[in-house]
């Protein structure tokens, strides 16, 4: 494969124009998708735990799955992709971030979108257990920062066949501009609401949490909650250390995996100038850019019958490596 920008194949549906119904309608509207889960708890040296996601087939290629921000196996594309996967005859393992998985972590630490440990530390058990299986990842949003970054760190190729990411924030700091801008605010609010909650309950089992006081009312951005969170907690500088060392677009020329990047150009998360180059893409990739298609959004068909986009695409393309 060679690096290249393509159009996608990706037709939106005409009842949700623009970017923001195709970003909200899978969230608030559509009807939870229903798949037999089975919960692995994997401890970890340092004293915390991860929790993963499995379906329920006991054998074929494994798809580690990696969420957006305070995302979990119950976010709609979640569990879309892991039905999708389990219908195809394959295995779909969620990886929960530190705190996401419906208990609080043990440490104090969170997670980042440049936290690669974890995956790492399920990449060698995966790979220790099933040492025949095809594996493959698939990241949304922060997860395919987090995705992104290990593979770059990993650039003499991991035993990884393929991977996807999806609604990529390839520029953090223009990220965090963005959602402070018009509607986009309105994500920002939600999201950031959500981590304070999460935060909120963590610190009641911690009330040593050193930054327990930074949350008790909601910071007003995501640039001043990585300011004040973040960059403290996991040894950055500032919001703007943080942004810069955890941002992929620099670092996409170092992977060698086989890749897939799926976006829209009218991404309400960040805007068209932050997605990368023909020229900045590694030869093992492709990225695949459809004009609407807001945020893991991606939604086609008609009112009666929408269909997921992304619960075809990515089981297709993992199907021309895979099988």
């Not at 040296?45 to 119950?74: A, K």
């Not at 590694?282 to 009666?304: K, N, Y």
């Amino acid at each position: 494969m060679s690096a290249m920008i393509t159009a996608s194949s990706f037709v939106p549906a005409w009842w949700l124009p623009g970017p923001h119904l195709q970003t909200i309608w899978p969230n608030l509207v559509r009807r939870l998708p229903q798949v037999q889960l089975r919960r692995e708890r994997m401890e970890l040296d340092d004293g915390d735990f991860l929790d993963l996601d499995w379906t329920t087939n006991t054998d074929g290629p494994i798809v580690l799955i990696l969420h957006g921000l305070e995302g979990s196996s119950r976010s709609h594309y979640a569990a879309g992709l892991l039905q999708a996967l389990h219908a195809r005859g394959w295995r779909g393992v969620l990886l929960h971030a530190r705190g996401c998985s419906g208990e609080p972590n043990r440490l104090a630490r969170r997670y980042h979108a440049g936290d690669t440990g974890d995956i790492e530390r399920v990449y060698q058990v995966l790979c220790q257990r099933e040492p025949n299986a095809l594996l493959a990842t698939v990241g949304y949003s922060l997860g395919g920062s987090m995705l992104l970054n290990w593979l770059a760190e990993r650039a003499e190729a991991p035993r990884v066949a393929a991977a996807v990411a999806v609604s990529v924030p390839f520029d953090l700091d223009a990220t965090a501009t963005r959602l402070n801008r018009g509607f986009s605010r309105v994500y920002q609010y939600i999201l950031l609401s959500s981590v304070c909650r999460a935060l909120r309950r963590k610190h009641a089992r911690m009330p040593d949490h050193p930054l327990a006081h930074t949350v008790r009312q909601r910071p007003r951005s995501f640039r001043q909650f990585d300011d004040v969170y973040t960059a403290p907690l996991h040894n950055f500088d500032s919001a703007t250390d943080y942004y810069r060392r955890s941002s992929t677009r620099a670092k996409l020329k170092r992977i060698r995996t086989p890749l897939l990047l799926l976006q829209a150009a009218d991404d309400p998360f960040m805007g068209a100038q932050t997605l990368p180059t023909d020229a900045e893409l590694p030869q093992t990739a492709a990225m695949e850019l459809s004009r609407s298609g807001g945020h893991v959004g991606f939604v086609a068909g008609s009112p009666r019958h929408p269909h997921y986009w992304l619960e075809t695409r990515i089981p297709e393309y993992l199907a021309s490596v895979l099988t």
